[in-house]
């Protein structure tokens, strides 16, 4: 069974930084696209970043030069590395991963992912 253990997430102020970690167990990680998603209260799970085997990201608009994901392929971790964080980057945040069978998660529910929190 595939396990996403997220983590890094809290409350801060805007403009201010975190890093968001993700371990993920029982899952080939470095022949593995992985991804980072954020979900806030009445809106739909949205993509963050998705970075590549060639360890290559991607990045939405709304995050684009404040956010850079990487990973480490020897720790199976995914990271998401978050600056001048605004009120509008609150959300959960989840990782993902495509195998050669498919995403892992799917469906509706994700999970407790990590909580992030811009306020002051």
């Known amino acids: 069974q595939v396990q996403f253990v997220e983590s890094g997430g809290g409350l801060v102020q805007p403009g201010g930084s975190l890093r968001l970690s993700c371990t993920a167990s029982g899952t080939n990680f470095s022949q593995s696209i992985m991804s980072w998603y954020r979900q806030a209260p009445g809106k739909r799970r949205e993509l963050v970043a998705h970075i590549g085997v060639s360890d290559s990201a991607t990045y939405a608009d709304s995050v684009k030069g404040r956010f850079t994901a990487s990973r480490d392929n020897a720790k199976k971790t995914l990271y998401l590395q978050m600056s001048s964080l605004q009120p509008e980057d609150t959300a959960v945040y989840y990782c993902?991963?495509?195998?050669?069978?498919?995403?892992?998660?799917?469906?509706?529910?994700w999970g407790q992912g990590t909580q992030v929190t811009v306020s002051s």
């Open positions: 993902n991963a495509f195998t050669s069978a498919g995403w892992v998660r799917r469906g509706d529910y």
